[in-house]
């Protein structure tokens, strides 16, 4: 599986930016996906999970109720909505797909996608 995140970009505190992690292969759906974030001198944090099916979610607290991950089988994409932007929020972020599960371990995920900057003015 190869994964191509896009989406980033500058934006001020309080405001919104869209992630989308397309993936190739015709087994996508098989894959579980994360969004992972960096930011300098920092190491890499789990942002959110989503299941196969995209019946299960799951987030890290300092995103949860702003940020939304879903995805789209058919177009091979995972979403990530990004709200109430904070200042804190400004990372590296990537994409990654787990064979097993949704899980918050970076260690866990088999393939990963570039990264895109996103970047929040206060």
Same mark, same amino acid.
């Given at each position: 599986v190869q994964l191509q995140a896009s989406g980033g970009g500058l934006v001020q505190a309080g405001g919104s930016l869209g992630l989308s992690c397309a993936a190739s292969g015709r087994?996508?759906? #098989?894959?579980a996906v994360g969004w992972f974030r960096q930011a300098p001198g920092k190491e890499r944090e789990f942002v959110a999970a989503i299941t196969r099916n995209g019946g299960g979610t799951y987030y890290a607290e300092s995103v949860k109720g702003r940020f939304t991950i879903? &995805? +789209? @089988?058919?177009? @091979?994409?995972?979403? /990530? &909505? #990004? @709200?109430? /932007?904070?200042?804190? +929020?400004t990372a590296v972020y990537y994409c990654a797909a787990a064979r097993n599960f949704a899980d918050t371990s970076p260690r866990e995920y088999d393939y990963w996608g570039q990264g895109t900057q996103v970047t929040v003015s206060s």
């Open positions: 087994t996508f759906s #098989m894959y879903s &995805r +789209d @089988n058919a177009k @091979n994409t995972v979403y /990530l &909505r #990004m @709200n109430s /932007l904070k200042s804190e +929020d």
